[in-house]
C-alpha cells in the first residue's frame, strides 16, 4: 500500500506522513513526485509517495528466510500447489501477468506454484527469463508490483502476489543472508563500517533482520528513494 502526501517542504511533508501513519521515519521509504522549492514570490510545494516498510502490497517478505512448503517439495520431488488457477481470482491474475509480458513482446507461460493464507506464488517460463528478471531482480520487481496494483483493482488488497523465475526469489535470498554475515565478520575485524550496495526495502528488511542480534553489529539505512544503502557497523568495544 502506497500513501501519498503533500506540503510546502518535502521534510514538512514527510514529517506529515510519520505522524498520520503514526510511523517512525525508518519504517518507510519516500518518492519524490514534485518538488517546488520556495523563492520570493512562489511558495515551496512538495508532493511524496510513501511505501511502509511492511507494506502489503510491496515489501512483505518473500519467503520469510524459508522455501514455502509447497515450492521445497517440488524441488525434492515431492506433491506441489495444483498449478491450474482455482478461482476466478486466480486466473485474472494469470491472465493479466501473460499478457502484461507478452506485449512487451516475451514468450511467457505461468503457473501457480504455492498458496499460502493472503499470498500467491507464480512462476514464470520464458526463454528469456534474464531480462524478466533483470539486474538484481529489478525488473521481476517491478512486475511484481503491477501484479499486485492489478490485484488491488480486482479487490483482493490483502492477497500477495509473488513473482519468480527460475527460483530467482530463493537465491537471492539465500545470497543477502551470506553477505550479511560475511560483511559483519569484515567490520567486526577491521572496526570500520561497511557500506552495502543499493537495495530494495524487501532486501534492505533481510538484511537488517539477519544481523539484529548480533551484540556488536549495528545496520542503518542511508540515502533517499526506493533504493537505500545498509551500513554496517561494528559497536563493541574498542
Do not use: C, W
Amino acid at each position: 500500500m502506497t500513501y501519498e502526501f503533500e506540503a510546502e517542504s518535502e521534510k514538512e511533508a514527510i514529517e506529515k506522513a510519520a505522524q498520520e501513519l503514526g510511523l517512525e521515519r525508518d519504517q518507510f521509504d519516500v518518492e519524490t513526485l514534485e518538488l517546488q522549492k520556495k523563492s520570493l514570490f512562489k511558495k515551496g510545494y512538495a508532493k511524496i509517495r510513501v511505501i511502509p516498510v511492511d507494506s502489503v502490497n510491496h515489501v512483505e517478505p518473500e519467503f520469510e528466510g524459508r522455501m514455502p512448503k509447497s515450492v521445497s517439495a517440488g524441488v525434492s520431488g515431492g506433491a506441489v500447489a495444483n498449478p491450474m488457477p482455482q478461482d476466478e481470482f486466480e486466473q485474472k491474475i494469470l491472465d493479466f501477468v501473460n499478457q502484461m509480458i507478452e506485449k512487451m513482446g516475451y514468450d511467457i507461460t505461468t503457473e501457480i506454484i504455492f498458496r499460502e493464507e493472503k499470498k500467491i506464488g507464480i512462476k514464470l517460463t520464458s526463454s528469456h527469463s534474464s531480462i524478466l528478471i533483470g539486474r538484481k531482480g529489478k525488473n521481476l520487481d517491478a512486475l511484481q508490483l503491477l501484479a499486485n496494483v492489478y490485484a488491488g483493482h480486482l479487490g483482493k488488497e490483502d492477497v500477495r502476489i509473488i513473482l519468480d523465475s527460475e527460483n530467482y526469489r530463493i537465491r537471492r535470498e539465500e545470497t543477502l543472508v551470506r553477505l550479511a554475515y560475511i560483511t559483519a565478520d569484515k567490520v567486526r575485524s577491521s572496526r570500520n563500517s561497511i557500506l552495502l550496495e543499493p537495495m530494495n526495502p524487501f532486501e534492505r528488511r533481510l538484511i537488517h533482520t539477519t544481523l539484529n542480534d548480533i551484540p556488536d553489529i549495528e545496520t542503518k539505512s542511508e540515502g533517499d528513494g526506493l533504493y537505500k544503502q545498509i551500513r554496517v557497523i561494528f559497536k563493541g568495544v574498542r
